[in-house]
């Protein structure tokens, strides 16, 4: 039973991170149609500030890395992203590979090819006992997190003028256009949100391992973009559950198969994939464009 336990709050943990790191990708498609491959560059280059500030403290590490996080993001757009409007989506795919694997090659060049590791948040890496179940601190810590910022966003989202204007823009961007809603200001918005978001999941990825190198929000964004395919990438909403299926599925599936299996373990979460696109090929959530309360 306390393996069980332990075994759902870690899945828990993962489903929240990857459902983090797929919102993150599903703000900024939903607006000009763009799957951010260079999202997990973001997510690499908030995880390098945490490991190089943490020593300054936690409340100068966490604003650094969120601030890199935005900035980071801001900076694609206006001098990527921006000179592609009319690009079709598949162009922009192409592009944010391209732009995915420059920057990596920028970590390396500042950083080395190996890991730059430190101690963040060492105090996570402990359980405590609830009911006699020994629980880890850090996926406590991260649900919560999770928790903390998706409220956040819906409230941003749902009650204020550019949250409603982002959520326009995300179910029709044409007509969002046409009846006035600034599109330069949306598409910074969500740019500037997916940078926060990034900063979220730098944190709680680099309090997992220590160590942060070149492609280390690759992974993250590879597993993010398969949930935001089939939670429905248009969807913002849809992205976030996406997300969270395949982080609970892969968490599951490392503690329950046995270890002759453990190396399929990719293998399952992607047949889960192809059996839900088969089944929706649309996505899970194939109705509604917004989140709501």
């Known amino acids: 039973m306390n393996q069980l ?35 997990g560059e973001i997510i690499t280059a908030s995880g390098y500030s ?6 300054l403290g936690w409340y100068v590490a966490i604003p650094i890395a969120i601030l890199i996080g935005v900035i980071l ?79 956040a966003l819906i409230q941003f989202l749902n009650k204020s003028i550019w949250g409603l204007q982002l959520q326009a823009a995300a179910a029709d961007f044409r007509t969002a256009r046409l009846v006035g809603i600034p599109a330069s200001r949306v598409i910074g918005l969500s740019f500037a949100l997916s940078g926060i978001l990034a ?17 280390f929000g690759v992974p993250i964004v590879i597993l993010a973009l398969i949930g935001a395919v089939i939670g429905g990438i248009d969807k913002i909403y849809g992205a976030l559950a996406g997300g969270f299926l395949v982080g609970f599925a892969t968490s599951m599936l490392a503690s329950w198969l046995p270890s002759d299996m453990s190396n399929f373990r990719d293998a399952y979460v992607f047949l889960l994939v192809i059996i839900v696109l088969i089944i929706r090929p649309s996505g899970l959530l194939v109705s509604g464009g917004t989140v709501r309360t």
């Open 50 to 55: 945490i490991i190089f500030t943490w020593q």
């Open 73 to 151: 993001s801001l900076l694609m757009e206006l001098g990527v992203f921006s000179r592609m409007r009319t690009a079709t989506p598949a162009t922009l795919l192409v592009a944010s590979f391209g732009l995915s694997f420059l920057l990596q090659r920028v970590y390396e060049l500042l950083f080395s090819n190996n890991v730059q590791t430190a101690p963040v948040a060492p105090e996570l890496a402990q359980s405590v006992d609830v009911g006699g179940i020994r629980i880890q601190l850090l996926s406590v810590a991260t649900i919560v997190i999770a928790g903390v910022l998706l409220f």
């Open 199 to 215: 900063a979220a999941v730098a944190f709680v990825s680099t309090v997992q391992t220590g160590a942060v190198g070149p492609t």
């Open 5 to 39: 336990i332990q075994s759902l709050v870690d899945a828990l943990s993962a489903g929240a991170t990857l459902g983090l790191a797929a919102l993150a990708i599903g703000l900024v498609f939903g607006v000009i149609r763009l799957a951010n491959f260079a999202q």
